[in-house]
């Protein structure tokens, strides 16, 4: 497989994700994709149609939250010539295209409602109808669909149909962020040096020490632009740590993230130690307010001394 589109990774949840798409490959079922922005579903989609019995036939995707609402409809199913000002020919849709391969809706949460009672309809029916015409054609097209919005919420809201949720949501799977499955990162790293034939740079282990204490709040996407430019940075071939430089200024560092409840009280009698018992201080460091940590101060003041 190409290495563009080969998922990598041997967490647990990499080993979840890759035995969902060997199962979903294998039927027709409409899919969810949820994760946050940049965790891969669009990677996971097309492992999916590339496993499936549709795999020679075309992967068509669009995203709903970067069309202009008035050209969707027309992107979809196409326009007749004529069909409203500036349809100056016959437009054959995007669904059409992928006529017998797998259409991937990308951010389906954003998709305007009057469009989800059509694409409802689409699932249901199987059928199209361009802009402008009467006649519906019969189409034979697989449906994959990914957000990094809750949908659940958005129904509750009423933003988002309900009949629509359960039909796109007969398979779903969500893919884990790049936070909770760190030890992909290492892997992640050399098939990205790989991918822009830097894969004789060689990384120091003190670097790669850092990339994984990052938080990552863009995922695997925000990890290749640190990659890049630690690339475009480092002398004979080197990745040194001073390399690594985050996109995010104001991250913390994962031991600053932590809640107050998330700390033993051996790393609070350190953190108290390494600063000189100066409550202030500690309580900044640890990531919380001095009067959350007087709270746990007083609730542990038999337990903690500072020697």
Known sequence: MDEDIRIIGKSPQIKDLLDFIKISSKTDDNILILGHTGVGKELAAKNIHLQSHRRKCQFMKINCANLNENLLESELFGHKK???????YNKTGLIEEASHGTFFFDEIGDLPLFLQAKLL???EEKTIRRLGENKYKKINVRFIFATNKNLYNLMKKR???KDLYYRIHELSFCISPLKDRKEDIPLLVQSILKKYK???IIIKQEALCKLQQYSYPGNVRELESIIKRAVAYCKNNLIEEKHIQFT???NMSEKKRKR?????LDEIIRALKKNKGNITKTAKELGMSRNNFYRMKKKMEEKITLD
Do not use: H, N, P, W
Not at 82 to 88: E, L, R, W
């Open 159 to 161: 933003k988002f149909r």
């Open 260 to 264: 107050k409840t998330d700390y033993t």
């Open 248 to 250: 995010q200024k104001s």
């Open 198 to 200: 830097a894969d004789k």
């Open 121 to 123: 309809s689409l699932i």
């Open 82 to 88: 004529g069909a409203f000002t500036g349809a100056v």
